[in-house]
């Protein structure tokens, strides 16, 4: 019987993630939207876009009603058109929500509803909106990077992923590093291998693991991003010098790291 409940109880919390799930993945798919959209806008009008402007369809601009706001649900039930000018929509908005509420789902059940799993689920939700950016944009915003390092230096101080020191020394190696080879690479060629956005980005994941995450985040960021870079090159998805974000490679390095830990290899 006990077993049955504990079973029962489980099954509740990953529908109940899965819902939550949704609806912040709602919500990412529309932020990453707009952020970028607005930069140019001052600090209060960026809070008010963001926040309480309604969403539209970007090609009528027709507002959409309340229960259209799934983009998972909406989008088949419409098959992927707008409900009022027929035109189509792009699947990054169900693929966010799908993602979103598959990583929240996992996430719940290897750490249930306590604080380590309220601090797995904000980090994977802030990396998640920093990738999509950054794949679209080349982008990755001071104002989602920064809150995510100091996210993890506040619950470091409770040791939930690293200890205090380890999170402080990370932050600061993590951003070194790549600032060493981002000026080494520029000294050498005369061109700029990589944004800043990367730097604060290994910062705030060196704040979250400690320092010695850092090379296994560098090393799966890097054979992944040469695994999709080349791929997508063979397949004729892109060209050989395009530029590839290689935020969301860190964001990969980071995420296995928090799921199997920093002694992986």
Sequence with gaps: MEQF?????LTHTLLFSSLIGLVIG???S??????PRILMMDEEDQLKAVTFGGSKCPHCETNLPWYRLFPLFSWLWTKGKCHHCKSPISPRYPMIELATATATVLIMWLYGPTLTGLA?????WMLITISVIDIEHQLILDNLSLPLLWLGLLFNTQSLFTNPVDAIWGAILGYMLLW?????FKLITGKEGMGYGDFKLLAALGAWFGVMAIPQIILIASVSSLIIG???VLLKLRSY?????????LAIGGWVTLLAGVSLF
Excluded: K, N, Y
């Design 5 to 9: 409940l504990s079973q029962l109880s």
């Design 241 to 249: 010098d395009s530029p590839l974000a290689f935020g969301p490679f």
């Design 26 to 28: 709602s919500f990412i």
């Design 120 to 124: 797995a689920l904000l980090f994977t």
């Design 30 to 35: 529309m932020l990453t939207w707009r952020m």
């Design 230 to 232: 080349l791929g997508g």
């Design 180 to 184: 060493i080879l981002f000026h080494t």
